[in-house]
C-alpha cells in the first residue's frame, strides 16, 4: 500500500508550530511537503534549543520528512519560481497574521481565481474574521483567553498552562482535518476550499465539560488539580511511595474498583452513583488512600489491571519513551541525518491504518534552501 496522501503536493509557508505540526501530519501521511522559508532565517524553530551539532532538535521533531526551498516573496525572482510551485500544488499552508497574503498578491481570493482547485489551509491566533482577527498571539495567549488555564491547576494557586503546547498543537490537528475535508471536497466538486482555524476557536473545541457545566449550572469550573470534575474516582492517588491514578469511570468499575481494595462501600448511598460520588469526593479519595498507603504504586497497579481496573504510573517522559506499549506501537522513531544515520528522535505517527507503512525512521529535517536545485529541477521536468 502507498500512503494514502500519496501524490498530493503541498506548499508550506508555515512557521513555528501550529502550521508545521500540521504540515508534518500530513507529510507522514504521504503527502509531499515543500517547505518555503525566509532567506537566511528559516523557520524561527531552527534557533530553539536544544541543538545537537549545531542543528535544533525541536526544529527536526517538527519539520522532518519535508523539504525547503528558501523564496522572498517581494522578489519578483523569486515570486516567479512561487508562482510556478503555485501552478502544481495541490494545497497551500499558512499562518501569517491576517491580511498578511493578501499584500503579498497571495490571498485567498486572488489564489482560487487563478487556481480554482487549490485548497487554501490558513491558521493565526484568531481567525480571518472578528473584531481581533489582526491581533498577535502565541500558544499561551490562547490558553489564556480561551479559559484552559482557567480549568489547568490546583484550586487556590494560580493557574497554569499546559504543559504540551496545546494552543497550536490543537489548532494544528484541527488544520489537518479540515485539509483532508477540502481533499475530499474536491473530489466531488473540483473546487478548492479555503480553510480558516483559530488556535482561539480551538482551544474552546476541547473544553466538553467546562462548556456543558458553565451552561447548566451557570458557574464556570475552576482548576481541579488531577481530579476530573465530572467523573469520580477519576485522579491521584498516593502509594506507599508516590502518586498513580485510578480511573474508574462507571458503577461497574467503581465497585470493582472497591472488591479489589476490600473498601464495602459499593453500595454505600455517599457512593453509590457517579453523582454522589462527585459530591463525596474528597471523602472517597481519603477512604481510597488509607488503603493504597499501605503498599507501593507498582503493586496496586498489578492488582487493579488484572481486575480489568483503569489505572497506570505517572511517567516522565523518559519513561514515556522506555514504555513498552509506546515501544510496540513505534511511537518514538529516529530522525535520520543526511547520511541516513539516526541523529534525533522524534513522537511516531499516531494514525495506523491497516497494510500502511509504517518504518521507525523519518528523512532529515531540511537544510534551509537545501532542496531549491531538486525542487527547480522538479518544475523544469513538470515544464
Known amino acids: 500500500m502507498t500512503l494514502p496522501l500519496s501524490g498530493l503536493i503541498i506548499l508550506d509557508l508555515t512557521h513555528v508550530l501550529a ?32 541543538f545537537k551539532d549545531g542543528d535544533s532538535a525541536y526544529f527536526a521533531a517538527i519539520n522532518h520528512s519535508k523539504q525547503s526551498i528558501a523564496l ?9 519560481i512561487f508562482d510556478r510551485l503555485l501552478a502544481h500544488a495541490d494545497i497551500v499552508l499558512e499562518n501569517f497574521r491576517p491580511g498578511t497574503m493578501e499584500k503579498l498578491g497571495y490571498g485567498w481570493e486572488v489564489l482560487h481565481a487563478r487556481h480554482p482547485n487549490l485548497i487554501y489551509g490558513a491558521v493565526s491566533g484568531f ?35 499546559v504543559g504540551a503546547s496545546i494552543g497550536d498543537i490543537v489548532a494544528g490537528m484541527f488544520l489537518a482535518q479540515g485539509i483532508l475535508a477540502a481533499v475530499i471536497d474536491r473530489q466531488k466538486t473540483g473546487e478548492g476550499r479555503k480553510v480558516d482555524v483559530a488556535m482561539l476557536d480551538s482551544q474552546l473545541a476541547i473544553l466538553e465539560h467546562a462548556i456543558a457545566i ?3 449550572t ?23 511511595d508516590g502518586l498513580f491514578v485510578i480511573a474508574a469511570g462507571n458503577d461497574v468499575l467503581f465497585t470493582r474498583l472497591c472488591r479489589t481494595l476490600h473498601l ?80 534525533f528522535k522524534s513522537a511516531g ?14 528523512t532529515a529535517a531540511p537544510a534551509l534552501d537545501g532542496d531549491r536545485a531538486a525542487i527547480l529541477k522538479w518544475l523544469e521536468d513538470k515544464g
Open 127 to 161: 481567525g480571518h474574521t472578528g473584531p481581533d482577527a489582526l491581533e498577535p498571539a502565541y500558544d499561551m495567549v490562547v490558553q489564556a483567553r480561551g479559559g484552559v488555564m482557567s480549568i489547568t491547576g490546583e484550586q487556590g494557586r494560580d493557574p497554569v498552562r
Open 264 to 343: 464495602p462501600i459499593a453500595e454505600d448511598p455517599r457512593f453509590a452513583t457517579n453523582a454522589a460520588r462527585c459530591e463525596n469526593a474528597r471523602l472517597l479519595k481519603r477512604l481510597i488512600e488509607a488503603v493504597t498507603l499501605d503498599h507501593p504504586a507498582a503493586l496496586w497497579i498489578e492488582r487493579l489491571t488484572d481486575a480489568g481496573i483503569p489505572t497506570g504510573p505517572i511517567q516522565n517522559v523518559a519513561e514515556v519513551m522506555a514504555d513498552r506499549q509506546i515501544k510496540a506501537r513505534n511511537m518514538v522513531v529516529d530522525i535520520l541525518d543526511a547520511s541516513g544515520e539516526p541523529r
Open 349 to 362: 505517527n499516531p494514525i495506523k491504518i491497516s497494510d500502511m507503512p509504517d518504518p521507525p525512521t523519518r
Open 72 to 80: 522572498d516573496l517581494k522578489s519578483d525572482p523569486d515570486r516567479a
Open 19 to 50: 502550521g508545521p505540526f500540521a504540515s508534518m501530519t500530513l507529510a507522514d501521511l504521504g503527502a509531499t511537503v515543500i517547505k518555503v522559508e525566509r532567506p537566511g532565517l528559516g523557520d524561527d524553530t531552527r534557533a530553539f534549543p536544544p
Open 218 to 240: 451557570g458557574t464556570p469550573p475552576s482548576p481541579s488539580g488531577a481530579r476530573h470534575p465530572s467523573i469520580t474516582p477519576f485522579e491521584t492517588f498516593h502509594a506507599s
Open 214 to 216: 458553565t451552561h447548566t
